[in-house]
């Protein structure tokens, strides 16, 4: 097991969690399923008081929680958003949360936001652009954050790089550490055909705090990531080629499109459990 311990030593994260959406906070706190963690999307949880945040307690008083945005925009040219950065510190001095991620991506150009994910070129002037942005945002929050690979749907023809080598080269220069998404691996991988088992074995292995899984939709021409179904048969398999190499690092079901009871969700987590309980440490052996 590779538990994940917070900064602050008060609490650590091991085995399968689940994304925490709305729809399921009674479900959840009226019968405090076993799940060991639940992860919150940070940008839910930016107002003054409410609901969101008044659930959110309620959850975290059972739970060790995890923070994941998607507002940052790490990769674009808009100045960082000093008001989203001074909530999001606020947000982890009331929740403590044990891991605060958000992603490899833009989403913002002379700040308009687009509201989704943009892959950057893989340059290595993008490189360095994203990770002077990752080492301000930890010299602001005072401790390192997460970095998840995006799915993708286009590449740009001044990339120098693979997109493995290029997450590479920005947690080495941000001293950051990664979320890898293995559905968005896949997604990437079949959208760009290259090969996911490669991009794997690029990834290091000690920066690894967390993996997400998730289902995709097949629309013929490309994989379209929705967030919106259960883990395919070939995800779960990258998974477990994943496991063998990372070990046992905790791991997510996110659900966000078409969410479904929390039963199926419970479900996702007990068949991802199994596969994270069984698989064997091989770090040192690779696959
Ligand atoms: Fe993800």
């Given at each position: 097991m590779r538990p994940v311990q917070n900064a602050l030593g008060m609490s650590s994260l091991s085995g399968v969690g689940i994304g925490l959406r709305a729809t399921h906070y009674q479900t959840i706190l009226n019968?405090?399923?076993?799940?060991?963690w639940f992860e919150a999307l940070?940008?839910?949880?930016?107002?003054?008081?409410?609901l969101p945040l008044h659930h959110l307690e309620r959850v975290a008083e059972h739970y060790p929680i995890t923070l994941h945005g998607?507002?940052?925009?790490?990769?674009?040219?808009?100045?960082?958003?000093t008001t989203y950065l001074k909530k999001l510190k606020q947000l982890c001095e009331r929740f403590q949360p044990v891991l605060v991620s958000d992603h490899l991506c833009w989403s913002s150009v002379s700040n308009v936001h687009g509201h989704d994910l943009f892959p950057l070129p893989y340059t290595e002037r993008a490189a360095k652009h994203i990770g002077d942005r990752i080492q301000a945002v930890q010299d602001f929050l005072g401790h390192r954050i997460l970095v998840e690979n995006v799915s993708s749907y286009l590449q740009y023809k001044?990339?120098?790089?693979t997109e493995a080598e290029f997450l590479v080269d920005v947690i080495e220069r941000a001293d950051c550490n990664l979320l890898c998404d293995i559905n968005n691996i896949f997604v990437s991988a079949s959208n760009h055909n290259f090969d996911a088992q490669e991009y794997l074995e690029l990834m290091p292995v000690d920066r690894v705090q967390e993996m997400h899984l998730a289902g995709y939709e097949d629309q013929g021409t490309h994989l379209l990531d929705t967030h919106g179904a259960k883990v395919h048969a070939p995800v779960w398999s990258l998974y477990e080629r994943a496991l063998q190499r990372f070990g046992q690092v905790p791991t997510l079901i996110e659900w966000d499109t078409n969410i479904p009871e929390f039963s199926v969700l419970m479900a996702e987590r007990d068949k991802a459990a199994a596969y994270h309980a069984d698989v064997k440490h091989h770090v040192a052996s690779g696959f």
């Open positions: 019968s405090l399923p076993q799940v060991p940070t940008d839910n949880y930016m107002g003054r008081g409410g998607v507002g940052l925009s790490l990769g674009s040219t808009d100045p960082l958003n001044e990339s120098m790089q």
